[in-house]
């Protein structure tokens, strides 16, 4: 079964960059479709950004060039890019990863980002 891991949240300022790490265990990655999700105090889970096992990509349409999705599969390991933050990005941002073979679903516990001066 697959675990996740994520880091790289904290509190910054508006216009600063963050990058969050999603560490996977208990599977082969490759097989994998990475996604990051967010959810903000009060409203619904969003998608982010999704990155396929052959690393195609999709976002959010609100979030298409701030933010970039990556994987690094010698690592296990996927990320996301978070430049120009805002006040609005301010959320739980949540690691999600898929099994092509399985389809099952796992999700990582979140970490808080904070864009606040």
């Known amino acids: 079964q697959v675990q996740l891991v994520e880091s790289g949240g904290g509190l910054v300022q508006p216009g600063w960059s963050l990058r969050l790490s999603c560490a996977a265990s208990g599977s082969i990655f490759s097989r994998l479709v990475m996604g990051w999700y967010r959810q903000a105090p009060g409203k619904e889970r969003e998608l982010v950004a999704t990155?396929?096992?052959?690393?195609?990509?999709n976002y959010a349409d609100s979030l298409k060039g701030r933010f970039t999705i990556s994987r690094d599969n010698a690592k296990n390991t996927a990320y996301l890019q978070m430049n120009s933050l805002k006040p609005e990005d301010t959320a739980v941002y949540l690691c999600n990863a898929r099994d092509i073979f399985t389809l099952f679903i796992t999700w990582g516990q979140g970490t808080q980002v904070t864009v606040s001066s």
């Open positions: 990155i396929s096992n052959r690393g195609s990509t």
